[in-house]
């Protein structure tokens, strides 16, 4: 194990004490830790480098005029050549600040550790995304693992991207144009506290659906439910309800060689007609009939 500063040390004894498998706080020290130690290496050169540059390039811009502007004195040369030198340091840190883009990730380095740090935390203390929401579940830090490293993990690919490559990926995991999504993915736990919330009337609709697909005939659909539990649920289609369907009448278009219209019915009073068949009506049409 690697030589860590106090506060990875202090990260690294909480992962200890959570109560969660052996394997899991291996992860979490491994890989968690690993990273965060890795970016809070890379936070510390970057700090340096860009106060570095910016202390010579703010202090030389302040020199280099006041120099020029001494004019008739014994100290000309040992000025002149001073104030080239510092016009050369000046110019070579604004370029290696431009060119290495040192103020841009001095900025990400340093607010993709403190989102880390804070994420580890948030999840050592079962707060933010990871406290109890408004369901039935209780959270714990065994059910709430993978949320946590999974969030860790989204945060490391954003960080990669942006310094390296932009890449695509469907998932929406590392992808650059995700980047204001930081939500995780449902997870069996999330969606059970979704369902919870439902009002009690859709809830046991939708366990009745899930009975029905477990132990019935799926062949004919999902029909609307009559009763769930003793409660009456009235049905969107009545007639679908009740077991009859609307009646229809398919009319073909008359010509001027047809006497007699043609039409394909159902009726709820007789008896279905088969696909195929052909029904011809002479009398008077039924009434509620719908016509296509």
Not at 233 to 238: D, E, L, M, N, R
Request: glycine share 6%; aromatic share 10%.
């Amino acid at each position: 194990m690697c030589r860590r500063s106090d506060q990875l040390q202090i990260l690294f004894n909480m992962f200890e004490s959570l109560n969660i498998e052996t394997y899991k706080k291996k992860v979490l020290q491994e890989r968690y830790l690993d990273v965060l130690h890795n970016i809070q290496q890379r936070a510390w050169n970057l700090s340096i480098q860009f106060y570095t540059t910016r202390i010579i390039i703010t202090v030389g811009s302040i020199l280099v005029p006041a120099f020029l502007s001494i004019q008739g004195t014994v100290y000309q040369a040992p000025i002149y050549w001073t104030t080239w030198v510092l016009s050369v340091f000046v110019t070579i840190c604004n370029g290696l600040l431009t060119l290495f883009k040192l103020d841009k990730k001095y900025f990400f380095i340093n607010t993709t550790l403190e989102l880390l740090k804070s994420e580890g935390w948030q999840y050592i203390g079962l707060s933010g995304r990871y406290s109890q929401k408004e369901s039935s579940i209780i959270v714990t830090h065994e059910n709430q693992f993978l949320v946590f490293f999974h969030m860790a993990e989204k945060i490391k690919m954003r960080q990669v991207e942006e310094e390296y490559w932009k890449f695509t990926d469907t998932s929406g995991v590392g992808n650059g144009n995700h980047h204001a999504n930081m939500t995780p993915s449902q997870t069996p736990v999330t969606q059970q506290a979704l369902l919870a919330m439902l009002p009690t009337e859709k809830r046991k609709i939708l366990n009745g659906w899930i009975e029905d697909m477990k132990e019935e005939d799926m062949s004919n659909g999902i029909l609307p439910r009559i009763k769930i539990d003793g409660t009456e649920s009235p049905a969107t289609f009545p007639e679908i309800a009740n077991g009859t369907g609307l009646p229809m009448q398919y009319q073909l278009p008359k010509t001027s060689s047809s006497e007699d219209a043609v039409v394909f019915t159902t009726r709820s009073s007789e008896e279905p007609i088969l696909p195929g068949q052909i029904r011809e009506i002479k009398e008077k049409e039924p009434e509620n009939t719908l016509v296509v």
